[in-house]
């Protein structure tokens, strides 16, 4: 494995560099997302209104707690904003308001380090195509020394493209098809933040 690392040339350290950044987001990401977005946001809205009904706040609140997921965060900020009869209509629009807040902030821990996956899938291909290239120029450069009668004049240089080729395309493809995965998983825990946290309120104003 080191000789066909050397015999890939310098571009093999960002490509190496690289792979295990990639790894290192594809796994902390994974964890992330098994512990904190696998929690049923209709289960926690269940809880919440028996609790409502039976004005145990508190209850409510201790209740968002034991869930993960982003909306059980923002269902919890607006909780704690929440007063009951004493709510109108303006202040059900200021919840509106808290719970946007909330979510801005819980984004970015949804999102990431997702920068360095996608950095990773698009930038090692791009060094394996330039180690074709420069691998393809060294062999014609050696070629264009020795001759053509000696085929071992080009395969050092022909190795090192090939070997930069499918060490960028190992690399980018797994980061590419996690990269689109977690891409799916943001985009769902935003979507069920926002129909739970609509419908959350809605059942508050029917309080």
Known sequence: MIDIIKAGGPLMSIIIFLSVAGLSVILERGYY???NEKDNGELLIN?????IKNNERERAIKACDCFKNTSAKVMKTILIEYNGEKMNCCTYDYLEEKARECALREMPKLEKNMWILALAANVTPLAGLLGTVTGMIGAFTAMSKHGAGDPTVLAFGI???????????IVA?????FYNFYQKKIEKALVDMEKNVVEFINILRKM
């Open 33 to 35: 997302f098994f512990k």
């Open 47 to 51: 809880h919440l209104e028996k609790f």
């Open 159 to 169: 190795s090192q493209a090939l070997i930069t080729t499918a060490s960028g395309l």
């Open 173 to 177: 493809i797994p980061a590419l098809v």
